[in-house]
C-alpha cells in the first residue's frame, strides 16, 4: 500500500498522516473545514522544526516528510488510495454518510478503515456496498508517540484483510493488536471504570482531583491521573466515548456516565484544549 487517503484533519488524522509520511508513504488528507486543514499544516511545520533542532531528522528529510502529505478539500483525490482511513467526528450517521461518499470515489480494491473510539466497525460497514473491505484501525493519541494501534475486523470483514493491515501497521513501526468488534474494544473498554471510578470517589468526596491524580501517578504507575487524562482527551471525546459504550453494552451499569462530566461538556469545558476541564489552564 503505498497511498493513504485519510478524512478528518483534526488531532487524530493529523497524527496518522504523520505516522505514514515520516515511513514514506504519500497522503492525501481530506478535511470539510478548510480551516483544519491549514492548521494541521501549520502544526507539522512547528512539529519538525523541533524534531530538526533536536537533530532526529535533517532539514531535508523533514522538508520530503512534509512534502508527503497533500491537503486536498476535494475527495476526487482519493481515487488513487490504496486505503482509507477515517477520523472524523465520533457520529455513527455522519460516518456512513462519509463512507458511503468515498465509496463512489475510490477503486474497488481501496480498504477503508476507520478510527472510531467506540462505534461498532459493523455498523459503519453496513452503509458500504462492499462491507467485507471495511476494518478498524484504532490509533491512540498522539498517534504518532503512542506505538500501539487496535485493528478490528468486522463480521463482515474478509478473511485475511486484519493480517494484511497489522502488516502494514508493523512497517510503520507500531505494535498492532487484533481484537473483536465490541464497544471500546480492549484499551477503551479497560479504561472506563478508570474513568468512571476516580469521578465517583470525587462526587462522593472521598478525595479532591488533585489528590486521586497524585495517587494514581506516584503510587499507581500510572503517567497521568484519570482526571489530567481525561482534561488531556479532551471531554467532548471522552464523554460521547462513556456514553457510547454504555449504550452499546445495553445500559449496564458498570458503564455508566456521570453528571460532572457530562456537565462539563455540556458547558464546553473539554479540558487543556479549552483551557478549562476539571482543572484550569487559563
Ligand atoms: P477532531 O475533532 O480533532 O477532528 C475531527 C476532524 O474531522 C475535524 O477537523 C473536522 O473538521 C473533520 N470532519 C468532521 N466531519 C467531517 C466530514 N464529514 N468530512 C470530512 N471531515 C470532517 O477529532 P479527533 O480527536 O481527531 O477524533 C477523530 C476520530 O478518532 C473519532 O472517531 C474519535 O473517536 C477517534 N479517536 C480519537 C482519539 C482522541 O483521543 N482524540 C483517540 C483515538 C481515536
Request: proline letters at 4%; charged letters at 25%; hydrophobic letters at 40%.
Amino acid at each position: 500500500m503505498k497511498k493513504i487517503g485519510i478524512i478528518g484533519g483534526g488531532a487524530m488524522g493529523s497524527g496518522i498522516a504523520q505516522v505514514f509520511a515520516q515511513k514514506g508513504h504519500s497522503v492525501a488528507l481530506y478535511d470539510t473545514n478548510q480551516e483544519a486543514l491549514y492548521r494541521s499544516k501549520q502544526n507539522l511545520a512547528k512539529t519538525f522544526e523541533k524534531l530538526v533542532a533536536k537533530e532526529k531528522y535533517t532539514e531535508d528529510q523533514a522538508q520530503e516528510i512534509q512534502q508527503n502529505i497533500e491537503y486536498v478539500s476535494d475527495l476526487a483525490a482519493f481515487a488513487e488510495v490504496d486505503l482509507m482511513i477515517e477520523a472524523i467526528v465520533e457520529n455513527l450517521e455522519i460516518k456512513q454518510a462519509v463512507f458511503k461518499q468515498v465509496e463512489e470515489i475510490v477503486s474497488d480494491t481501496c480498504i477503508l478503515a476507520s478510527n472510531t473510539s467506540s462505534l461498532s466497525i459493523a455498523s459503519i460497514a453496513s452503509a458500504c456496498t462492499k462491507p467485507e473491505r471495511v476494518i478498524g484501525i484504532h490509533f491512540f493519541n498522539p498517534a504518532p508517540l503512542m506505538a500501539l494501534v487496535e485493528i478490528i475486523p468486522a463480521v463482515q470483514t474478509q478473511e485475511g484483510l486484519a493480517e494484511e493491515i497489522k502488516t502494514l501497521i508493523q512497517s510503520v513501526g507500531k505494535l498492532p493488536v487484533i481484537t473483536k468488534d465490541t464497544p471500546g474494544f480492549i484499551v477503551n473498554r479497560v479504561a472506563r471504570p478508570f474513568y468512571g471510578e476516580a469521578i465517583r470517589i470525587l462526587e462522593e468526596g472521598v478525595a479532591d482531583t488533585e489528590t486521586i491524580d497524585f495517587a494514581m501517578t506516584s503510587l499507581g504507575g500510572f503517567r497521568m491521573g484519570p482526571f489530567e487524562l481525561m482534561d488531556f482527551i479532551g471531554h467532548d471525546v471522552n464523554y460521547r466515548v462513556t456514553e457510547s459504550v454504555f449504550e452499546a453494552f445495553f445500559y449496564d451499569p458498570r458503564f455508566k456516565p456521570s453528571f460532572s462530566q457530562k456537565r462539563l461538556f455540556e458547558a464546553g469545558y473539554y479540558g487543556r484544549k479549552s483551557g478549562r476541564g476539571f482543572y484550569n489552564y487559563a
